[in-house]
């Protein structure tokens, strides 16, 4: 499918609020809470939508062939989670999340068992999520899609702002995530 970069970025969107919406309700399972997760304000976990719109414009020509997909997507979110929780660090001081305490895992950024998770949400996605939101999202009209995106990018780009001054830390994430004394260990 030829995505216009307005739906790609309306997918975008859907995917980062979906990642953040599991987030936020594992976390209510987990603690019996609600938690905002991620580290913007907005109901959003933008590496959730760059994983999937990294899916779609890089690993679709492995759609049939589901073993490479699968090894595909571990590859691409592992490298996505390791070098966002990296650089998330240089520029906020805060770890987010720390995979330390599992076993099989690179410096606390990325664990075998999410791995695992990442492979297996790689072909979920390709084979069952994205082909139905590609259905949904092509009946947009493109003077809607447009308007859409100019509301979106704009609270998008106000939350990007006030959050480069207050990440959010607040009840839920402050006890999970770490602070980073300003020397870096590799």
Not at 101 to 125: H, T
Not at 165 to 173: F, K, L, M, Y
Request: charge should be positive; proline fraction near 3%; glycine fraction near 6%.
């Amino acid at each position: 499918m030829n995505y216009d970069i307005r739906i790609l970025f309306l997918l975008f969107l859907m995917y980062s609020f979906t990642g953040w919406a599991i987030e936020v309700i594992g976390k209510l399972i987990e603690k019996g809470k609600f938690v905002n997760r991620g580290f913007l304000v907005g109901p959003y976990c933008p590496i959730y939508g760059v994983g999937c719109i990294s899916m779609i414009l890089l690993l679709n020509r492995y759609i049939n062939d589901p073993f490479t997909l699968f090894i595909m997507s571990i590859l691409l979110f592992s490298f996505l989670e390791y070098f966002t929780s990296y650089f998330m660090e240089k520029i906020f001081k805060i770890r987010w999340w720390d995979y330390s305490r599992r076993k099989f895992n690179i410096n606390g950024r990325i664990c075998l068992e999410g791995l695992l998770v990442f492979g297996l949400a790689g072909c979920a996605f390709t084979y069952v999520i994205a082909p139905i939101l590609d259905n949904l999202y092509s009946k947009i009209k493109p003077k809607i899609a447009s308007i859409l995106c100019v509301v979106l990018i704009s609270l998008y780009l106000a939350d990007l702002m006030y959050t480069k001054v207050n990440p959010n830390t607040g009840v839920g994430i402050s006890e999970e995530v770490e602070k980073v004394d300003v020397k870096w260990e590799y």
